[in-house]
């Protein structure tokens, strides 16, 4: 039987996302073993897999390359080091699979011997002998072996694949990435705090597979812990595939609360009233959040408010704000007029339950109102890591500037087969429904239902002013989906 592959290398060498390939292990159309497929029912799956272009692949790496504002090709290549001890590691296990070779060939010497030998004094060992003659020969025809191993040796050597214990999530690590960057990078939200080898929050244990220390580190493991495998998942990468014991935060509350004085990297216009504003923290203290949350800002020396961060948790030194003007909002007056790169701003928080319920497998509906799209957009970028397919976005603006960055969602919608973006113009202000707004936004969610009759089993995200977002949370509800399946985010 051929290599068993966890569905993350699997969907790496064929080139497609590992909810493509769970699809076909669940209708039928390829088997697995503990969430594992061979090498051969891979390929009988996809056999053109070892003639194209991973054009999918590309794809999908171009769609996070934009969302994420990160260069793939620069993070390509493992450091030289890295690549020495990969290399190394596979050259070591090729010499092992060459000696054994060698001895299964003297064996078959042997074994011919001994067929010779029986076959002169039993005829009926003739027909066996050139049967197994037969079969020798057809296995070391050229050719023969899976063509998706060659590309999976290839793969070995760029990456490496690490399983992380109790819950079995993977993911691969590429480039120069650390482990916990390569986990945060997949969406998988480990146990960290620093980022930089101070705190030892990232600590896990090794439980098979070789790492390598590629970034220093000042906080000290105990021998104790050393003896038992433990390292710091934010200054070590791995060289073969590894399996850790780690811890990974399920909810809000496994996040913990953080103060940090993170300072303004720009702050750029992106529409007549609204701002994107970019904070960056110290490399030694990042914000560590879950996708949807909120935090609280402080500039200048007393105004405050509490903002979505509207990007993934993937980098979480870069946080990202879309900032809406409000007359006699001193917070939006003093950004709008005052901040600038360089000026410090504090950042206390994650707040908020706004969050993606990962473990779901239904579509995705996300409905923004004008600023709602902050948390949308940090949800769907998480989305995204997970390689989730089936997302349906919905910008709902009271007027056109207020689609602030339209591009967005139809970058996303022409890059990804299973994502579909609409826009539509309520023609009023969304903070204030009564009456006939109250009807006619009642209209264009009754129209968007008769549109997608699937939203009815899917999950439905609403972000975006308290009016309209409790609205649509009261359409939804009365139209049966259960209160389960409807989340709401409130943002001004
Ligand atoms: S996250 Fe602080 S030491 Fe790794």
């Not at 790496?61 to 990969?86: H, S, T």
């Not at 969406?187 to 080898?197: A, K, T, V």
């Not at 812990?225 to 934010?234: S, T, V, Y």
């Not at 003093?334 to 579509?363: C, M, T, W, Y």
Request: proline letters at 3%; one cysteine or more.
């Amino acid at each position: 039987m051929s290599e068993m592959l966890s569905l993350t290398r699997a969907a790496r060498l064929v080139g497609v996302n590992r909810t493509a390939l769970q699809k076909k292990i669940q209708c039928g159309e390829m088997t697995s073993f503990d969430g594992m497929v061979s090498r051969d029912a891979l390929l009988a799956c996809f056999p053109e897999a070892q003639l194209e272009e991973n054009a999918e692949l590309a794809r999908v790496l171009q769609i996070k390359e934009r969302a994420f504002g990160k260069r793939v090709f620069e993070r390509a290549l493992p450091d030289a080091e890295v690549l020495a001890e990969r290399i190394t590691e596979l050259s070591t296990a090729l010499a092992g699979s060459q000696s054994q070779v060698k001895q299964f060939n003297s064996l078959l010497n042997r074994l011919w011997d001994q067929l010779d030998e029986i076959a002169r004094k039993d005829a009926a060992f003739v027909s066996l002998k050139s049967w197994l003659k037969d079969e020798v020969e057809a296995a070391m025809e050229p050719g023969f072996s899976n063509p998706l191993a060659i590309r999976d040796g290839m793969l070995r050597v760029m990456t490496a694949q690490v399983t992380v214990l109790p819950g079995r999530q993977d993911f691969l690590v590429e480039g120069q990435d650390t482990l916990l960057e390569a986990a945060m990078r997949a969406g998988i939200p480990l146990n960290y705090g620093c980022s930089g080898g101070n705190c030892g929050l990232c600590k896990a244990k090794v439980v098979s597979g070789r790492v390598k220390k590629t970034r220093h580190h000042d906080f000290a493991l105990s021998e104790a812990e050393k003896n038992q495998g433990c390292i710091l998942m934010c200054s070590n990468t791995a060289i073969s595939d590894v399996v850790l014991e780690a811890t990974v935060a399920g909810s809000v509350q496994d996040i913990p609360f953080q103060q940090i004085t993170a300072k303004v990297k720009s702050v750029e216009l992106l529409s007549g009233n609204v701002l994107l504003l970019h904070l960056q923290t110290p490399r030694s203290q990042r914000l560590r959040f879950l996708a949807g949350q909120r935090v609280t800002l402080r500039v200048g020396s007393a105004y405050t408010a509490e903002l979505s961060i509207a990007s993934c948790p993937c980098d979480d030194r870069n946080i990202l704000f879309h900032l809406h003007y409000f007359s006699g909002n001193l917070f939006s007056e003093f950004v709008f007029n005052r901040l600038k790169a360089g000026d410090e701003v504090e950042v206390e928080g994650p707040q908020g339950e706004f969050i993606l319920h990962e473990k779901s497998e239904r579509a995705l509906y996300f409905i923004a109102f004008d600023g709602g799209f902050a948390p949308i957009k940090s949800l769907i970028e998480h989305a995204m890591s997970l390689e989730t397919e089936h997302i349906h976005l919905h910008w709902i603006a009271s007027t056109e500037p207020n689609i602030y960055m339209s591009n967005v969602g139809r970058a996303w919608a022409d890059a990804l087969d299973g994502f579909a973006y609409t826009e539509l113009i309520a023609g009023f202000d969304l903070h204030t429904i009564s009456g006939k707004r109250e009807t006619s936004l009642l209209d264009m969610l009754e129209a968007l239902q008769c549109s997608n009759p699937e939203i009815a089993a899917s999950d439905v995200y609403l972000a975006g002013p308290q009016a309209s977002v409790f609205l649509a949370e009261k359409f939804f509800l009365a139209a049966g989906m259960p209160k389960s399946r409807v989340f709401i985010e409130v943002v001004q």
